[in-house]
């Protein structure tokens, strides 16, 4: 099959590109300037993901279309935001699709995602959803958990602020709980839901092997780098309640809001997605340490 990619220049986007490529599929790549680094056998297409005048001739001839196009934090300032990059980038890829006559259309969405969710991260990307279902395709939507990978931003940013000093600040108790799932499974699921009828009109939680607590997964990423574990003050809920909604203006900032409600809420399922897909995700420990033991 040809595969039509947006978003696929992330993080995920790598490693979804690698897996079909291994199944022997085609892939073609929107990007926004032809200047990105390119790679050998993958097709790029120039365009803006929210103008479908800008690339949609590039859908001719493809089977299916995959978007993975997200972030995590806004940038109103530079016109970067949920609405924008959730909801109209979603309505413009399914424009597209429809338009170019094809029928396969695979989603990432986010563990946590429904309609009255108090972060607007998870608010928008149901309404992405929504807009999914009711598209008239043959869809399939994915809620991964936090992912990692050699390459995520979570994992790695907290290895680099322990490289600094063996200090690890917690935002409240910090026994809410995550659930991470490498990134090549998720890859992996996106790829084999390409051939597999039974996942259209089908949402799928992801998450990985290990359930651990925020606290926990500090001194995995510790003894993944070879460290003793970090010490860990506790910074009140409160106070962080109070300063986060002021700080989150300064781009440097490392968390926001929306970021700390999600880590509250926390980001696990019961994976039930094992018994469509069929593999066991990778261990979060073993993970981790393969790229932070590098570093």
Known sequence: MKIFISG?????????????????????????????????????IEGDVTHPASFVEGLTGCDAVINLVGIIREFP??????????????????EVTRKAGI????????????????????RTKWRAEEAVRESGLEWTIFRPSLVFGPHDAFINMLAAQLRLAPVMPVIGNGRY????IH???VAR?????????ETIGQTYELCGKDRVSYEELLDMIAAAMGRMRPIKPHAPLGLMKLIIPIMQQVPQFPITMDQLQMLLEESICDGEWQKTFKFEPRGLQEGISEYLCKT
């Open 8 to 44: 696929g220049t992330g993080f995920v986007g790598g490693h979804v590109c690698r897996a079909l490529r291994e199944r022997g599929h085609e892939v073609r790549l929107l990007i926004r300037r032809q200047n990105h680094t390119t790679e050998k056998g993958i097709e790029y």
């Open 177 to 180: 709980r995550l659930q991470p």
């Open 183 to 185: 990134a090549d499974d």
């Open 77 to 94: 300032f530079k016109g970067i935001t949920f609405d924008k990059l959730h909801v109209q980038a979603t309505n413009t890829m399914l």
């Open 103 to 122: 029928k396969r259309y695979l989603q990432m969405s986010a563990l946590g995602t429904r309609p009255d969710a108090v972060s607007a991260y998870h």
């Open 189 to 197: 699921c996106f790829a084999q839901a390409l051939e597999m009828p």
